[in-house]
Every structure is written in structure tokens, then in C-alpha cells.
């Protein structure tokens, strides 16, 4: 079956960064668009970012342009968020979804605190 | 402020029929798909509908949607008590070259 495991998350300081991973499994991953979707404290869900099966094409939500990457190994069957430079408006819990327009899977989420 | 609108809660009894509405633009549910997520408390979200009325195994036909136009909407019908959730619809936005969701509805069954 589908299984997608978060890790990497923490409490961090403003300013510091943090990588987060999740890994695949149950199913071909690099046949597959992957995405970062967060959900602040008792907030809604927020897209975050997303690849392309092969990493062709990589979008972000403007909020995070330019301080978080998303990549993957197809070969590791792992995507992951290097988040720099990171705010108190970071913090959440940040789901790993499989799909491209129907996101048909989801992680259970790894909670980022960011905080002095 | 959501790119997508849908009602913050909606409620009914149980075996009613409750309708959550998702408002959006001609760059993203107009021209694209539009899928609905259930989030039960402290869970993650669940695909629950996707294009053309579809359900993933395991999802009930007492959930259907529909799109129209700049509108989408899910229906809930024969409604019980432990489809109390939250509920957002999604799609992707064209002009801004990513995902955008509704900021969520919190389903009461009374």
C-alpha cells in the first residue's frame, strides 16, 4: 500500500533552517508529481511547493519563494524541503502528498516550531 | 484570506442533506480540477471526491460533488454523526502557478 513517511521535523530558531525528507513507498515514485502542503495551529491547509515526477518543473507559493527548496531522489524514492531563513510564520505541520492536480495520498505531517 | 471561498462552518442533523459551497475565479476551478479533502480531528486530510464525481474506495456515495462554472460545491447526504469534519476544496490556480485551497468548512452534526 501507499506509504508516505515525514521526518526532520523541530523546534528551530528564527533565522536557522531545517530539512525535511519524506519517504515513499507501495508505489512507483518516479512516475509521480510530489507536493509540501502545511497547516498552521488550528489553520487551514496552505500549498507550499511541488515537483514534477522528474523534477523538470518545481512552483512554489510565493510566501516561501526564495527560502525553500523542494527536490528529489528518485533512486532514494525521497522528496524533500530545505527551508532556510526560516519565521515564526513557518510553523505547522507539513504534510508529503503524492499527485499532481488530485492529491490522492498524504504523510501523516511533521510539526515545524519555529521559536526563540 | 483564501484564494478559494467556502463557508467557515455548516451544520445539520443526522440524515439531512448539507451542501458546502467553494467560490473561485476562471484560473482555477473554471478551467481546472476541483478536488474535496476531509480532515477528521487530529488526522490528515483524506482525497474524498475528485473530476467527474469520482470517490476513492472506501468513500461513500452519500458524498457527491459538482463544479459550475467559477463554483464548485460538496454534498453530504444522509448525514451521520461521524462525518464531522473539516472539509476543503482545491484546484490549481493558473495564474498563479500553484495549488490554491478554500480556507476550510467545519461540518457540526447537531
Known amino acids: 500500500q501507499v506509504q508516505l513517511v515525514e521526518s526532520g521535523g523541530g523546534v528551530v530558531q528564527p533565522g536557522r533552517s531545517l530539512r525535511l525528507s519524506c519517504a515513499a513507498s507501495?508505489?512507483?515514485?518516479?512516475?509521480?508529481?510530489m507536493h509540501w502542503v502545511r497547516q498552521a495551529p488550528g489553520k487551514g491547509l496552505e500549498w507550499v511547493a511541488v515537483?514534477?515526477?522528474?523534477?523538470?518543473?518545481?512552483y512554489y507559493v510565493d510566501s516561501v519563494k526564495g527560502r525553500f527548496t523542494i527536490s528529489r531522489d528518485n533512486s532514494k524514492n525521497t522528496v524533500y524541503l530545505q527551508m532556510n531563513s526560516l519565521r515564526a510564520e513557518d510553523t505547522a505541520v507539513y504534510y508529503c502528498?503524492?499527485?499532481?492536480?488530485?492529491?490522492?495520498?498524504w504523510g501523516q505531517g511533521t510539526l515545524v516550531t519555529v521559536s526563540s | 484570506q483564501s484564494v478559494l471561498t467556502q463557508p467557515p462552518s455548516a451544520s445539520g442533523t443526522p440524515g439531512q442533506r448539507v451542501t458546502i459551497s467553494c467560490s473561485g475565479s476562471?484560473?482555477?476551478?473554471?478551467?481546472?480540477?476541483v478536488t474535496w479533502y476531509q480532515q477528521l480531528p487530529g488526522t490528515a486530510p483524506k482525497l474524498l471526491i475528485y473530476?467527474?464525481?469520482q470517490r476513492p474506495s472506501g468513500v461513500p456515495d452519500r458524498f457527491s460533488g459538482s463544479k459550475s462554472g467559477t463554483s464548485a460545491s460538496l454534498a453530504i447526504s444522509g448525514l451521520q454523526s461521524d462525518d464531522e469534519a473539516d472539509y476543503y476544496c482545491?484546484?490549481?490556480?493558473?495564474?498563479?502557478?500553484?495549488?490554491?485551497f478554500g480556507g476550510g468548512t467545519k461540518l457540526t452534526v447537531l
Open positions: 473530476p467527474n464525481n
Open positions: 476562471s484560473s482555477n476551478i473554471e478551467s481546472n480540477t
Open positions: 515537483i514534477w515526477f522528474d523534477g523538470t518543473n518545481i
Open positions: 482545491a484546484a490549481w490556480d493558473d495564474s498563479l502557478s500553484g495549488v490554491v
Open positions: 507501495g508505489f512507483t515514485f518516479a512516475s509521480y508529481g
Open positions: 502528498v503524492r499527485g499532481y492536480d488530485i492529491f490522492d495520498h
